[in-house]
Nanobody, 120 residues
Framework: QVQLVESGGGLVQAGGSLRLSCAAS????????MGWYRQAPGNERELVAR???????NYADSVKGRFTISRDNAKNTVYLQMNSLKPEDTAVYYC??????????????WGQGTQVTVSS
């Protein structure tokens, strides 16, 4: 089983920055990809950014040029650097991991979520 622990959310003014972290722990797996999703009230959960173990990344159009995803494979940790934040970035941000386990199966796990609030 994979446990994901997120940190770094909070309240920031528009134009400010925040850095989210998500650490994966457990045993008997390797991380294939990790990502960040977000969900604002009344909206569906949407992909923000994703990074594979090989370092390939993809971003939502709305955050390109402002957010940067990175990872430390040795620590099974993913980071989301969020710059030039806008009020519309306000949401609960969820960490997500795709892992391959000893039996060869793939599993998806979610963190508990961290609130990001951007004031205007």
């Amino acid at each position: 089983q994979v446990q994901l622990v997120e940190s770094g959310g909070g309240l920031v003014q528009a134009g400010g920055s925040l850095r989210l972290s998500c650490a994966a722990s457990g045993s008997g797996f390797r991380i294939v990809a990790m990502g960040w999703y977000r969900q604002a009230p009344g909206n569906e959960r949407e992909l923000v950014a994703r990074i594979t173990s090989g370092g390939s990344t993809n971003y939502a159009d709305s955050v390109k040029g402002r957010f940067t995803i990175s990872r430390d494979n040795a620590k099974n940790t993913v980071y989301l650097q969020m710059n030039s934040l806008k009020p519309e970035d306000t949401a609960v941000y969820y960490c997500n991991s795709l892992s391959q386990h000893k039996g060869g199966d793939y599993r998806l796990h979610w963190g508990q979520g961290t609130q990001v609030t951007v004031s205007s």
